[in-house]
């Protein structure tokens, strides 16, 4: 660069730098939405077929020391015994839905009639011993039931289903680093995530991945909900 060019650059660049903090002003002041991607995200994490004994109270722990709320499908069968723990569900903020009163799909859905009472009995059961009437529904087994889902929003439940899994079911022996991994997996790219976890006896590596999978959607910014 010769000599009597270095002032001329300086100058331009001088103006250059007035005018992009004019625009970066202007533009920071009409953006404060910019942040809005990241509120919106949430996550729902729902257990179903408990109360257990033990996993349903390491669950509840790790949601207690995270400051999570979170929904559980019950199993109405599996209550007894256990009322303290359903008890203790409720107390703590979290939401108590109806999963089923016997779990066993072929009773279930043998017709309308002994849905709609397997569905009854498992209200009755979180009304009589947790004190709240519950109000969302998970169908056992999953799938759509049209014409069931139909007669249970009548009756002014809501119905959840799930987008995410953990994996507690899905796969064998699942160690709790595949639970958190399968969870990350399937929650990728959601915005609202409904995560599908199971607190009944055996899954004692779900209660053990919970913290994880909690560190992980608040590192992604996700609100947790409960329903
Ligand atoms: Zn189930």
New binding site residues.
């Given amino acids: 660069m010769q000599k009597k060019f270095v002032p001329f650059a300086v100058a331009v660049l001088a103006i250059l730098l007035i005018l992009f903090a004019h625009i970066g002003a202007r533009l920071t002041a009409s953006a404060p939405a910019f942040t809005f991607a990241e509120a919106e995200r949430e996550v729902y994490l729902t257990f179903?077929?408990g109360p257990s004994t033990v996993v349903t109270n390491r669950i509840l722990d790790a949601l207690n020391e995270e400051n999570v709320k979170a929904t559980f499908f019950i199993v109405g069968e599996r209550v007894h015994g256990r009322e303290e723990t359903l008890k203790r569900i409720a107390a703590e903020g979290h939401t108590l839905g109806v999963?089923s009163n016997t779990?066993r799909y072929d009773e279930i859905y043998a017709s309308d009639k002994a849905f709609l009472q397997d569905v009854s009995a498992c209200a009755a059961i979180i009304e009589a011993t947790a004190k709240v009437k519950p109000r969302v529904y998970r169908f056992?087994?999953g799938g759509k039931h049209k014409k069931k889902a139909e007669l249970l929003r009548g009756m002014g439940y809501e119905i959840v289903f799930w987008n995410a899994v953990c994996g507690d079911e899905e796969i064998p022996n699942a160690d709790s680093a595949t639970l958190v991994q399968t969870a990350i997996d399937t929650a990728k790219g959601k915005r609202k995530v409904v995560l599908l976890c199971h607190d009944s006896a055996p899954h004692v590596p779900t209660a053990e991945a919970l913290p994880e999978i909690i560190r992980h959607f608040r590192a992604e910014g996700y609100a947790f909900k409960a329903f």
Wanted: charged share 35%.
């Fill in positions: 179903d077929d999963h779990h056992p087994g």
